[in-house]
Structure formats: structure tokens, C-alpha cells
């Protein structure tokens, strides 16, 4: 396929394919075709808001430096914002959530009242990736519109789960990415409105409204905007069928695992595949490697670094004790999961918490 930049007629038609693709992805977003810039994934669109945003706003206002992120924010949001602090002196504020990690609105809305005129941006994303919560993501734009401040969402999580609307939003940035969706791996988006102060990260070609460089990838494109459509076409139907599972799985859990605690939020304040748990006195590393090997995959939803597992930043932010946030497990509902699914995972469950709790409760007795 050709170049969409090159003005030869191979090119031309790569650009056709493009350009439809940007109108298709608009259309069932709720955002305007111009709005929406091409980017290689989540990660890519969150680094482009939050450096791009800040940087925007600094060149128009020396004074705006401060970011504010909730504190439960994927890595791909709070490294960024912290990358700033450390190489450009922003003041990171994080914003403090709930015991169901709901952000805290009215902290928020504190914080604007006395800082806005230093503030470049708020971030706050739709549906967190470890615990489902969903959050008021309209309630907080309003917020920040008030006092000028432009809000960024990051909906990776979100769009395909529960209806995301650019515009009736309120945010001034919003993050989507295809594999979460059954697009392929390796591209997403960033909608960003037109009057949004933002400035590239990467350069070398001026594509993408001159902040997103590099030639596009067009197949890839086609093929986002193909899950874009598929996914919010289907949305309703499929969330009401992982709700109905999600909701089997977690009585299936209480009842297996009677001293399993659930995390984050019950019904529709939870994303519909998502159910998270925290089992006392054993290490998630442990549960997980155990599900594995009994043929179930799930997530741990923390970080490992330099070899120490790491309780979960966004548990601790919760206020759920370090101990009890080592044990969590992360079980996420998909397209092709089915009720046998869940009663695989309820089957042999109780005999691996039992043998991952024992296993804590020797490396205890061992000093490890």
C-alpha cells in the first residue's frame, strides 16, 4: 500500500483509506474527523497529552506548571507527568481516590479554586485498568472548564465496555487504543480538539496536524477504525453479557473463597468485564503462577522492578493495606469468555489460594 503522504495515485489512495478511517472513528466517538490524530498505541497518546499538553500550555503561559493526575492512573499517564517534573520542574499533584477509587471531587474542585491559573492540565481516566472503577469524567471536565483548564482522559479501558462520547464528555483529550477493543497491537489514537494548545513529541514529517510525526500506518488504521465501529455496534449486548459473567464470577469467588475481598466498586460504577480480588496472606505473583499452570490467566496489576514485586500503586491509593494488596489478582471478561470459563477458573481456585497462602505464610516463617 502506498505512502498516505505521497501524492502519486497509490498514495492517494492510501489517504482516502486514512481519512475514512479518521471519519468512521469520529462518528462513533463523538468527536469531529479533524480531532482525531493516529498514534501507535495508549501509551504513544498519553505521552503526546501529557507532554504535548503541557508543553502547549507552558509556551502560551510561563506560569502553568502544574499537572493533576489521579492517583490511579496507568504508568502510561503518571511516568510521563513525573518525567516532566524531573527534566522540566512541573509540580506533579495527585489526586486522591476513594476506598472504591472514585476520585475525590471535591479535592479537585479545591485544588482548581486556588491553583487554577497555575494548572496546565488535569488527567483523569474513564475506567481504571486494575479495579474497573468508572469515573466522572463529565462531572470533572466541568470542573476544570471552569477555570480554563483543559482535561484529559485516558479511555483505553473504556471504549467497547460503556459508551464513550467525545464531545458530551466535556474532555479536551481523549486516549483509545486497538488491542483493547480486538484491534491489532501497535496502533490507537488521540482525540484532541482543534483549539487544544498541544505540542508534538516526536517530529520529522509534520504529519497528524504537526504533533504526531512519522508515516502512517495505514492497514493498521483501516483496521482500528473496522474495531472502533464493531465494538461500540455491539456494545450494549456485550456489556450485558459480561455484567451477567462478571457477576457469576464474583459470587463464585465469595463462596469458593469466602476471605477473598473484592476491590473497587459494585454494578454499574464497575466496568462490565472487570472483577478484582485480594486474597489475604498470599503473594498475587504466587496465585498467578498457579492459575497458569491449571490453565487460567489472569493478572496480578502490579509492577515488578529490579525483581521485588511491588504492591499495587493503585490498591495503595485505595487505602488497602501493603500486606493484603501483595495478594491481588485482576480477572478480566473478553469476547470469547464463556460461563465454563468461569466455573474452570472457580474449580480449582480454592486449592490455589490454599497452596499460595501457604506458601506466604512459610516464606514468612523464613525470613523471606
Same mark, same amino acid.
Not at 474497573?132 to 471536565?141: D, F, L, W, Y
Given at each position: ?245 462478571? %457477576? !457469576? #464470577?464474583? =459470587?463464585?469467588?465469595?463462596?469458593? &473463597?469466602?476471605? /477473598?475481598?473484592?476491590? $473497587?466498586?459494585? +454494578? ?74 468461569? %466455573? !474452570? #477458573?472457580? =474449580?480449582?481456585?480454592?486449592?490455589? &489460594?490454599?497452596? /499460595?497462602?501457604?506458601? $506466604?505464610?512459610? +516464606? ?5
Amino acid at each position: 500500500m502506498g505512502n498516505a503522504s505521497s501524492l502519486h495515485a497509490a498514495g492517494r489512495r492510501a489517504r482516502r483509506v486514512v481519512e475514512e478511517s479518521r471519519e468512521t472513528i469520529a462518528a462513533k466517538l463523538g468527536a469531529r474527523p479533524s480531532e482525531v490524530i493516529f498514534t501507535s498505541g495508549g501509551t504513544e497518546a498519553d505521552n503526546l497529552a501529557i507532554k504535548g499538553v503541557f508543553w502547549g500550555r507552558r509556551a502560551q503561559d510561563k506560569q502553568r506548571t502544574r499537572v493533576l493526575v489521579s492517583a490511579i492512573e496507568h504508568h502510561a499517564v503518571l511516568d510521563p507527568a513525573f518525567w516532566l517534573a524531573g527534566h522540566t520542574g512541573a509540580e506533579i499533584v495527585l489526586l486522591p481516590v476513594d476506598c472504591e477509587g472514585l476520585i475525590d471531587l471535591d479535592y479537585l474542585r479545591a485544588d482548581l479554586a486556588a491553583h487554577a491559573e497555575q494548572t496546565a492540565l488535569v488527567s483523569l481516566m474513564w475506567a481504571n485498568n486494575e479495579v474497573g472503577t468508572i469515573q466522572p469524567v463529565r462531572e470533572a471536565a466541568r470542573l476544570a472548564a471552569k477555570h480554563g483548564v483543559p482535561l484529559h482522559t485516558d479511555a483505553v479501558q473504556a471504549v467497547g465496555q460503556v459508551p464513550v462520547d467525545f464531545a458530551a464528555s466535556g474532555a479536551d483529550a481523549l486516549t483509545l487504543t486497538g488491542h483493547k477493543i480486538g484491534g491489532p497491537i501497535g496502533v490507537g489514537a488521540l482525540l484532541a480538539r482543534r483549539e487544544l494548545a498541544i505540542e508534538g513529541v516526536q517530529h520529522g514529517g509534520d504529519q497528524e496536524r504537526g504533533v504526531r510525526s512519522g508515516t502512517l500506518d495505514v492497514p493498521s488504521i483501516r483496521a482500528l477504525a473496522v474495531a472502533v465501529e464493531e465494538a461500540v455496534g455491539r456494545l450494549d449486548a456485550h456489556a450485558a453479557r459480561l455484567r451477567e459473567l462478571r %457477576d !457469576a #464470577l464474583i =459470587a463464585g469467588v465469595k463462596e469458593a &473463597v469466602p476471605d /477473598a475481598a473484592l476491590s $473497587g466498586p459494585r +454494578g454499574n460504577l464497575r466496568l462490565p468485564g472487570n472483577a478484582h480480588f485480594t486474597f489475604p496472606g498470599a503473594e498475587g505473583d504466587s496465585l498467578l503462577y498457579l492459575l497458569d499452570s491449571a490453565g487460567v490467566q489472569a493478572s496480578t496489576g502490579s509492577a515488578c522492578q529490579a525483581g521485588i514485586p511491588q504492591p499495587s500503586h493503585v490498591l495503595l491509593a485505595m487505602g488497602v493495606p501493603e500486606d493484603r494488596a501483595r495478594g491481588a489478582l485482576r480477572f478480566s471478561l473478553g469476547a470469547t469468555s464463556t460461563l465454563a470459563d468461569v %466455573d !474452570a #477458573l472457580l =474449580a480449582v481456585l480454592p486449592a490455589v &489460594v490454599e497452596r /499460595a497462602q501457604a506458601a $506466604g505464610l512459610a +516464606g514468612r516463617h523464613s525470613g523471606g
